[in-house]
């Protein structure tokens, strides 16, 4: 997900949303100036920074990550002017650098924050991206959300390449396995297709796609959670070895 597209996601679905460039002051003086945007997210959600010093807990876009942060009035000493609006504590000056643009945003349970410059390390996958924000978002906007787009689906159309199926080479897999789970200690029982045959997936230990073998030793059957663990899990990589060992110890 780029900027632009993260704009487009909150321009659509917070309630609220403001986005501020760090100033070097907000940095060193430890102490965060809002603009007039993100303070409207505070004050949709009720916060007050007059009422008394307060901690509040916020969460990270894309990220399982809560930071404490304060939001108060701050009155300088012998000044007539309004009292100006600052953030501060460690979990939220440590969260940026000079420069970097920040996020807060509410869907009227929550308050948000997301430092831009982390978009570039972002998943380049923009349809997961999305999935993981929607997946953050309360389940009544939600659903709000959903009824107003279309129940038709959108239709695209593009050009692409596949590999052919070695179809011998995928019965030889499945026969190796005997139709069970290669992942080391899953207990996957496989069901009857329709035709008769059991259901077991085959999947490629260095894909195609990189330049991977359509050979016996770079093909492993898996059951279709271990399937998607190897490529979608936290730990894949982890697993992706303990199956490169098994099948190395087959040969
Ligand atoms: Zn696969
Ligand atoms: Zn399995």
């Not at 986005?19 to 009720?46: H, L, R």
């Amino acid at each position: 997900m780029n900027r632009e597209e993260l704009i487009n996601f909150a321009d659509n679905t917070f309630i609220k949303y403001g986005i501020k460039t760090v100033s070097p002051t907000d940095k060193s003086k430890g102490a965060y100036v809002p603009n007039i945007q993100q303070k409207e997210v505070f004050s949709i959600m009720n916060i007050d920074p007059f009422e008394r010093r307060r901690d509040i807990v916020i969460k990270e876009l894309f990220s399982s990550n809560m930071l404490t942060i304060s939001y108060y009035g701050s009155q300088r000493e012998g000044s007539d002017r309004t009292p100006e609006i600052r953030m501060g504590l460690s979990d939220l000056i440590n969260y940026f650098e000079v420069d970097d643009e920040i996020l807060f945003a509410t869907d009227n349970v929550n308050i948000f924050i997301y430092n831009l410059s982390k978009l570039e390390s972002q998943s380049i996958d923009s349809d997961d991206s999305e999935e993981k924000l929607y997946s953050q978002i309360n389940i009544y906007l939600l659903r709000q959300k959903v009824q107003t787009l279309n129940t038709i689906p959108t239709q695209v159309q593009r050009e692409i390449n596949i590999y052919l199926r070695n179809n011998a080479l995928r019965a030889l897999v499945k026969a190796r396995a005997n139709y069970s789970c290669e992942m080391p200690d899953c207990d996957y029982i496989a069901f009857e297709k329709e035709n008769g045959e059991k259901y077991i997936e085959v999947h490629h230990l260095i894909p195609l796609s990189e330049g991977g073998e359509d050979s016996i030793s770079n093909t492993v059957a898996l059951c279709p959670t271990c399937h998607r663990k190897i490529h979608y899990s936290q730990n894949k990589g982890q697993l992706k070895e303990i199956l490169e060992e098994y099948i190395g110890s087959l040969e």
